[in-house]
């Protein structure tokens, strides 16, 4: 069956900017996880529904970070007034509850 | 708090070569133990895993044991192939969560012929 999709595969924007990155999980996975994957600081949790509620969003770096998910289905992460630091690989994943996590391609977001 | 580390890279090898790949981690209780690997412009995919200790996960020539004593995960393949060129990443899943993964850094691996 499909994998995890993730739309937009690229994404510049200028510093300041709002913009949101989207996540399909497999079909059945309850559970959803966001990462990012940058030069400095390696892979680093973010945020992990399950369900429409997050349980552990310990890991957004800031209040310009937010995410959803409705229907138990598609996620989306935005990030507000984007920085340069944002620029990173962000990169989602799904399981069923306590299982593997299987990833996506991951968004690369570029900020100028 | 929870974390892994990892040898850093890069290593470089020879084909048919030995790898071992080393990863140490701290964590309360009884984690599950996982190494994923992200292929050249590909995304990470789970290469093997273990959930308790003494489980010898093992995948594509790979293995690794799940050491509790030594709280280790190391990665070993006997054989190596420059197909294995990749970044290799040593995570956990803490007990008290089925959320996140804690990554290690990640271990450049360069297979030549």
């Known amino acids: 069956g499909a994998g995890v999709s993730q739309s937009p595969s690229n994404k510049v924007t200028e510093k300041g900017k709002d913009v949101e990155l989207r996540c399909d999980p497999i079909?059945?996975?309850?559970?959803l996880y966001w990462y990012r994957q940058s030069l400095g600081q390696g892979l680093e949790f973010l945020i992990y529904?399950?369900?429409?509620?997050?349980?552990?969003k310990s890991g957004l770096p800031s209040d310009r970070f937010s995410a959803e998910r409705t229907g138990g289905s598609v996620s989306t992460l935005t990030i507000q007034r984007t920085q340069q630091e944002d620029s990173a690989v962000y990169l989602c994943?799904?399981?069923?509850?306590?299982?593997?996590?299987?990833f996506g391609p991951g968004t690369r977001l570029t900020v100028l | 708090g929870d974390s892994v580390t990892q040898m850093e890279g890069p290593v470089t090898l020879s084909e048919e070569a030995f790898l071992t790949i080393n990863c140490t981690y701290t964590?309360?209780?009884?984690?599950?133990l996982f190494w994923y690997v992200q292929y050249p412009g590909e995304g990470l995919q789970l290469l093997l895993k273990?959930?308790?200790?003494?489980d010898k996960g093992s995948n594509k020539g790979f293995e690794a044991t799940y050491r509790k004593e030594t709280t280790s995960f190391h990665l070993e393949k006997g054989s190596v192939q420059v197909s294995d060129s990749a970044v290799y990443f040593c995570?956990?899943?803490?007990?008290?969560?089925?959320?996140?993964?804690?990554f290690g850094a990640g271990t450049q691996v360069v297979v030549t012929p």
């Open positions: 994943a799904s399981s069923p509850p306590g299982q593997t996590q299987y």
């Open positions: 079909s059945g996975h309850t559970a």
């Open positions: 529904f399950q369900g429409n509620s997050a349980p552990d």
């Open positions: 964590a309360t209780g009884y984690p599950s």
């Open positions: 273990a959930t308790k200790a003494d």
């Open positions: 995570a956990l899943r803490p007990t008290d969560s089925w959320g996140k993964l804690q």
